[in-house]
């Protein structure tokens, strides 16, 4: 039917107006995600399932694996529920994700802040953008940490030795001069893969020597694990929830897929392969280390060779990883102001960018050096930005692009769910977190 033919239609009456629209949206979704590879009518690229496999584990696994065994500790054994349902729930999120590129007919949209505007306008595209920007922004802060405090360590006692904050702002200087040179440091699988071998390795350090200390030093007492701590589940959950980012990457690896139905199949795998690593060190750590668990888990393992291999690969993932956030981040700050070569020439866009990437690097560093608590730091960006991004933003514009009534019921109950977790995440998550970095700073005062 055409469309002028379609909007008489449906505007004979207000329920039947609602109910061509899903149907409408619906089938779009469907087409779209599921476009032939012969017609590519919006423009995908000519990648493999396996490109995009290695895409989303690539992503995703990442430094919020070394987190999730405090978060056991935190949460107690229910760490493990709360682990499998943010799975299914990640994995669900990215599969709609991707659906509400397609639900405009004839038309693809480009990214996540897309997806916001187009299903709440301007106040969706402003809680897109700023949870977008909070990741980009809070993820290099909390490597800079990360990065700064296990220089400290490594160095101690060397003619290297230098104080963590000397180190952030040493990192912070050495990480400014690739992105002043260079316009754009695009995000390879290279780069990316580096970073989920570095965390494979850390791992499999945490899963063989862990229970070996355990085994070698038994406390009952230090060591006591917990069945349910429901007072912790917010805090474990948006922790969980950081592990589990990535969803903003999405649209473009699936756009770089020359068959875009494959999608489904990649995320789920992909994250099927981040829950094993997941498991592999949350289950271990926590039996190991119980209550005395520490975030970042080999914090935990004794001074030896595991503990230094696990924190240079890890100091290793964290410093290539800090560019490609700090860069993506300089660059959506720069098409904001617009600051391109069209606008104010050559010359006075380098200069822009250098001042707009300089002031950036100096905050990350500023904010690593008074934050200086990783696992409070990541619980907080857990909570604000992830649990959004991965929990509720996709599947309130999902039912808003195409419609509720269309949908089963239980379908629809798993997405309340979702929300509600997502809630309790983001809210009581970030009032957690808070709280813990208040009292990490009364403790250090």
Known sequence: MPETNLERTLSSTSGEKFSMRENVSEEQCDEGANASANTNPYGHGDGNFLTAYFNVVCVVAGTGTLGLPKAFAIGGWLGILILGLAYFMAVYSGIILIRCLYAKPGQRLHDYKAIGTAAFGWPGYIIASSLHLLNLFGCPALYLVLAGGNMHELLQNTAGALTDVYWKIIIGVFLLIPSLLLKTLREITVLAAVGAICTMMAVFIVLIQGPMDHNAHPNPVAYATDGVIWTGFPSALATIAFSFGGNN?????????????????????????????????????????????????????????????????????????????????????????????????????????????????????????????????????????????????????????????????????????????????????????????????????
């Open 249 to 445: 990457t999405y649209p473009h690896v699936e756009h770089a897929l020359a068959k875009p139905r494959q999608w489904n199949w990649a995320v789920a795998a992909g994250l099927s392969t981040c829950i094993a690593l997941y498991f592999l060190t949350a289950v271990p750590g926590y039996h190991s280390y119980g209550r005395s668990t520490q975030s970042p888990i080999y914090n935990s393992l004794p001074h030896g060779p595991g503990r230094t291999i696990a924190m240079i690969v890890m100091t290793i993932h964290v410093i290539l990883a800090i560019p490609i956030y700090t860069t993506s981040f300089s660059l959506e700050f720069e098409k904001f102001v617009k600051c391109d070569e069209e606008r104010i020439g050559k010359v006075g866009a380098w200069f822009g960018r250098a001042i707009i990437r300089s002031v950036t690097m100096a905050i990350l560093v500023v904010l690593a050096i008074f934050v200086p608590y990783f696992d409070d730091f990541m619980g907080l960006i857990g909570a604000l930005a992830t649990c959004g991004l991965v929990f509720l933003l996709p599947v309130l514009c999902y039912l808003r692009l195409t419609g509720i009534r269309n949908k089963p019921w239980y379908e629809l109950a798993f997405c309340a769910l979702t929300i509600f977790l997502g809630i309790i995440g983001c809210v009581f998550g970030t009032i957690d977190s808070i709280k813990s970095l208040i009292r990490d700073f009364q403790n250090d005062a």
